[in-house]
């Protein structure tokens, strides 16, 4: 059975602070995607990144940046230089590769940053 | 930019009524989602859709759910008579063909049983 776990419920920052989010998962796929979304206060879904299994160079974009460990099934999102409108719950996602490839969310992490 | 989009946006309902949440998701995609997060809680997978029928669907996705796409464009998920413990945000989610698309999530309808 495939699982994610965001260990950390809560975190709260200074603007500025660099911050990062862990993701652990877990699957007996060979194959699978990885995923970042964010939910801000407003409510929706917004796809941040998509990580195939198979490739685990790490890609920055921006301020964001996501660190692929395959060795240790985790998946971490950095934000440097957080701002005030990073403000939102992060939320980790594995899907398979075959079938309707279904997310499986983690719990997510409510990030706050602080002015 | 395409976009998902769900209708309405909230919904109230009495215990017991029919709601039928609504979804037309982004024209190319082929394989459509629904998702609930009951609130302060993580997002579940309910069923999925591909091809005119349920490609899979969860244990939470019983007798009372039922998923629809009646036209080519929308695409409904109706839940029989509702319970208290239906409230929560249903989102609904598009995704390309292929393997390496991800899904794209509409804004959610929020669902309040009282």
């Known amino acids: 059975a495939q699982k994610v776990t965001q260990a950390q419920t809560e975190i709260s920052v200074v603007e500025k602070e660099d911050v990062t989010l862990d993701c652990v998962y877990e699957t007996r796929d060979t194959t699978y995607y990885l995923f970042w979304y964010k939910q801000p206060p407003s409510g929706e879904l917004v796809f941040l990144i998509r990580r195939n299994s198979f490739d685990e160079q790490n890609e920055i974009s921006g301020r964001y940046s996501w660190n692929f460990q395959k060795s240790t099934s985790s998946f971490n999102f950095t934000i440097t230089a957080s701002q005030v409108v990073d403000s939102a719950v992060y939320f980790c996602a594995l899907s398979e590769r075959q079938g309707a490839q279904k997310l499986v969310f983690g719990q997510g992490t409510r990030l706050t940053i602080n002015p | 930019e395409p976009e998902v989009t769900q209708t309405p946006s909230h919904q109230v309902t009495q215990m017991g009524q029919e709601v039928i949440l609504r979804c037309v998701p982004i024209?190319?995609?082929?394989?459509f989602y629904w998702y609930r997060q009951i609130l302060g809680q993580k997002v579940e997978f309910l069923v999925s859709?591909?091809?005119?029928?349920?490609?899979?669907k969860s244990e939470i996705f019983d007798d009372q759910f039922s998923v629809e796409r009646p036209d080519g464009s929308n695409f409904t998920l109706k839940i029989r008579s509702t319970k208290l413990e239906d409230s929560a945000m249903y989102f609904c989610a598009s995704r390309y063909t292929g393997e390496r698309t991800e899904a794209f999530f509409g804004q959610g309808t929020r669902l309040t049983v009282v």
């Open positions: 859709f591909y091809n005119n029928e349920i490609s899979e």
């Open positions: 024209s190319n995609h082929l394989y």
